[in-house]
């Protein structure tokens, strides 16, 4: 058994870490509820780009525009794949990279799949793994992305589909269900998938209930919603991938904490046997040495 003075040097080291995590986890948690609290607050303007745009396809005029229009040959596909900066978060980093390492092996043959890698762990994962082509790495997003990071890699998305380059770009992140739950998901943003409600609303001919008066007309204002609707769109699924990495933190950090405290109750029930087996040495050695003198 190990002596008294080795348990209590443990049982401090072990306080000690628990204190960190502890405090990793209120962190966390205050770090998620301001970028839900984003995700809430950027709700009405993406919801409104959506029902215009909507609004528009529905209608039953035939818009030619590229964000549209899917390509009728598909042989570059990207994927942008958003994991964390840190660590410490469980499994939710490496359960992303094993989900996109699925989809660039199920790219059809005669397809290339490429990847645009944000955050330091997807470029730590790929770095070794030269199998899998990597377009561009985007790292250090922080822990509240902005909505010019958000901007800024729409802009170089767009440029990368607009100049052919790419033909379809997919964004693969871990969408953010709870606290508890993260799941890695592929969704497409361009070409805009336009919504099942418009689509049906377009074959029949329908108008949805809201009158829009367009000017200077439908095709110009769609020049300017789909990119919106790509930069909002991007934006969205950076900051509930952001969620997801601080609820997974939260959680593993909760863990950690409880975790640590089973350990030192363990720790103090190993001291006090330690303690008390002393206690019966000593004693025993007393009446021994009390015995052998009469």
Not at 18 to 23: L, M
Not at 156 to 162: A, F, G, P, Q, R
Not at 220 to 249: M, N
Request: hydrophobic share 40%; glycine share 6%.
């Amino acid at each position: 058994m190990a002596n008294m003075r080795d348990i209590r040097r443990r049982i401090k080291s072990v306080a000690s870490t628990q204190k960190i995590t502890k405090a990793m986890k209120m962190v966390s948690a205050a770090k998620l509820r301001k970028t839900q609290s984003t995700l809430v607050a950027i709700r009405p303007y993406s919801d409104k780009i959506q029902e215009v745009m909507d609004h528009l396809l529905a209608g039953g005029e035939e818009y030619d525009t590229p964000f549209l229009k899917p390509r009728d040959e598909v042989k570059n596909i990207l994927y942008i794949v958003i994991a964390g900066d840190r660590g410490l978060c469980g499994g939710y980093n490496i359960n992303l990279l094993r989900f996109a390492e699925e989809r660039l092996k199920a790219v059809p043959e005669g397809q290339n799949g490429e990847m645009l890698l944000i955050g330091n762990k997807t470029s730590e994962h790929f770095r070794t793994r030269p199998q899998y082509n990597v377009m561009d790495v985007f790292t250090n997003i922080g822990d509240a992305p902005n909505v010019s990071q958000g901007k800024a890699l729409s802009d170089y998305v767009i440029k990368k589909y607009l100049d052919g380059e790419v033909d379809e770009v997919h964004v693969i992140y871990s969408r953010f269900v709870s606290v508890l739950t993260q799941v890695p998901d592929c969704q497409q943003v361009l070409p805009i998938q336009r919504a099942a409600q418009a689509d049906a609303e377009a074959e029949q001919g329908m108008q949805t209930e809201t009158d829009y008066i367009f000017e200077p007309g439908g095709k110009e204002i769609l020049d300017v919603i789909l990119p919106k609707y790509v930069d909002s769109s991007i934006y969205r699924l950076l900051l509930e991938a952001k969620a997801g990495e601080h609820g997974a933190r939260m959680t593993a950090m909760d863990s950690a904490t409880d975790n640590a405290s089973e350990l030192i109750d363990k720790l103090t029930l190993s001291l006090n046997r330690a303690r008390q087996a002393q206690i019966t040495t000593e004693i025993t050695e007393i009446v021994g040495g009390a015995a052998a003198l009469e």
